[in-house]
């Protein structure tokens, strides 16, 4: 008799350093279907599949696969046996092509050499079949992020995956980009080909699954019908507790201007052109706008990770020069940036080395040796405030969660005690829970006179958390708005502006 599922996991377990991650979790995928996994940072969901894709071995538990049991392995044996992951952050040789990236380890030869014509042929046949437009023959590095991903579903689908695993794929997409893929993966569904979708975006996940499970704390709490669901419903699910508000309630007051940004231009493309503003003290200001209006570059060219070309920087009253990012913290300035994988953590390293790293020379004694005891004692100082969920702080940084790294980075930040934090998607990839707590830590922050200028391509957020609004257009800024007379249409015209 046929299984009604493609994919089933039963009773799964697992532990590491003695702490139990994922605790009797059962999910089953049907065939033809879109299966949203959703949980906090840390729920285990990144877990669970690693052990479904052989990376981890559960401890306890089963999979099956069309009705049959099956334990992979290694990624290796997954793929040749129909269960495929396109992960959050790409793993692809950048410097060769399409094709070679799609077929990599697996050329198909003629006699003793690669058969270059059928896998021509048989790239553009997958990319017919899903529907998509790009050049087989283009080099990788030369895609953007979205062309890429397409190009890691192609390999997927060329294993003759029954089952693929999307990881966060839309975290760095367009809107364009992300109907584009919602395209891809509907045309998967109607091969009969089971999708698990990972996403910590409600919007997304109403739009596109058909099933949403949700694990909490390493447990299995449910799966429904999404049709059977609203926002507040998986919420609850997700935290054990209704967030009646997404954000937390304002009461702090903006005081007297503590910086002034004046006619500040930035060389090389891209470019930032003659802008100007002010900060408050106590205030968040938010800087909206579209990918490419320049709202990184603007915030990298104030903490000195951007050369500037012209303008002032006036901090209290007196001209400063963050020439670069050592200045910059001399000053008192911290940077939380976009791309924490790339540019915020050190992956190979401990948590209490990514928390003093920022503050290194100040655990140094008369002779130059690291006073290792301080290090750990601001470390966990940090942890507790920050409530990162860790076995220890010797854990390597790259084994939390994306919401608790994020909170490791705002930590180290944080033991310098800066005067003005520059945040940059600060609760990118982070879940709903993880999303409070740093709307409530920053929150805390300008309360104690601390000043706060956050990017977010995220409207909602900025109308919920900001005091007010600067809308970036083209590397200008097309205007600053109090956050409480503005709409999302206002905002989005100004987007506009300079294009």
């Not at 058969?115 to 021509?120: F, L, Q, R, S, W």
């Not at 740093?438 to 990017?455: H, N």
Request: charged share 25%; aromatic share 6%.
């Amino acid at each position: 008799m046929k299984n009604d599922y493609l994919l089933q996991i039963k009773h799964l377990s697992k532990s590491f350093s003695g702490v139990k991650v994922l605790d009797d979790v059962e999910i089953s995928v049907k065939p033809g279907s879109i299966h949203a996994l959703m949980g906090e940072n840390g729920a285990g969901k990144s877990t669970l599949m690693k052990c479904l894709f052989g990376i981890y071995k559960q401890d306890e538990g089963s999979f099956y696969l069309d009705g049959e049991e099956f334990n992979f392995t290694d990624p290796k044996d997954a793929l040749e046996n129909g269960v495929s992951m396109v992960h959050q952050e790409l793993n692809q040789v950048l410097q060769r092509t399409v094709i070679d990236n799609v077929w990599l380890g697996r050329y198909p030869r003629k006699g003793l050499f690669v058969d270059e014509k059928k896998m021509y042929e048989d790239t553009v046949k997958l990319f017919n079949s899903i529907g998509v437009e790009v050049d087989p023959t283009a080099k990788l590095a030369d895609l953007s992020v979205s062309e890429r991903q397409m190009v890691e579903i192609v390999k997927a689908v060329s294993y003759e995956a029954k089952v693929i695993v999307l990881d966060e794929p839309t975290s760095s997409l367009t809107e364009n980009e992300v109907d584009k893929l919602f395209q891809i993966m509907r045309t998967l569904k109607k091969q009969g080909i089971g999708l698990i979708y990972i996403s910590h975006k409600m919007e997304e996940i109403f739009t596109i699954s058909d099933y949403v499970s949700v694990l909490r704390d390493g447990h299995y709490i449910g799966t429904k019908k999404t049709s059977e669901l609203n926002m507040d419903t998986i919420i609850n699910m997700m935290v054990g507790r209704d967030l009646e508000h997404r954000f937390p309630h304002k009461a702090h007051k903006v005081g007297e201007t503590v910086l002034e940004v004046k006619n500040l231009s930035t060389y090389y493309k891209p470019y930032v052109k003659d802008v100007s503003f002010e900060l408050r003290k106590g205030e968040i200001l938010g800087i909206s706008g579209l990918v490419g209006s320049r709202r990184t570059e603007l915030i990298e060219a104030i903490f000195g990770a951007r050369t500037k070309a012209s303008g002032q920087l006036i901090l209290n009253g007196q001209e400063i020069q963050n020439n670069n990012t050592v200045q910059a913290i001399k000053n008192g300035f911290a940077l939380i940036t976009e791309e924490r994988r790339e540019t915020g953590i050190y992956p190979v390293s401990d948590i209490t080395f990514n928390s003093t790293i920022a503050n290194i020379d100040s655990y140094k004694n008369k002779i130059g040796l690291l006073q290792n005891s301080q290090m750990q004692k601001d470390t966990a100082r940090m942890i507790e405030k920050m409530r990162v969920k860790t076995p220890s702080q010797k854990e390597l940084i790259r084994a939390l969660s994306g919401g608790n790294q994020q909170k490791v980075i705002i930590g180290r930040w944080l033991l310098l005690n800066p005067d003005i934090l520059l945040m940059d998607e600060p609760t990118r990839g982070i879940d709903v829970g993880a999303k409070y707590e740093i709307y409530q830590l920053m929150l805390d922050l300008v309360s104690q006179g601390k000043s706060i200028i956050m990017v977010s391509s995220e409207m909602p957020e900025l109308l919920g958390i900001t005091d007010r609004i600067g809308v970036m257009s083209n590397g200008q800024l097309a205007g600053i708005v109090n956050t409480k007379d503005t709409s999302q249409e206002e905002l989005f015209k100004m987007t506009t502006k300079y294009l």
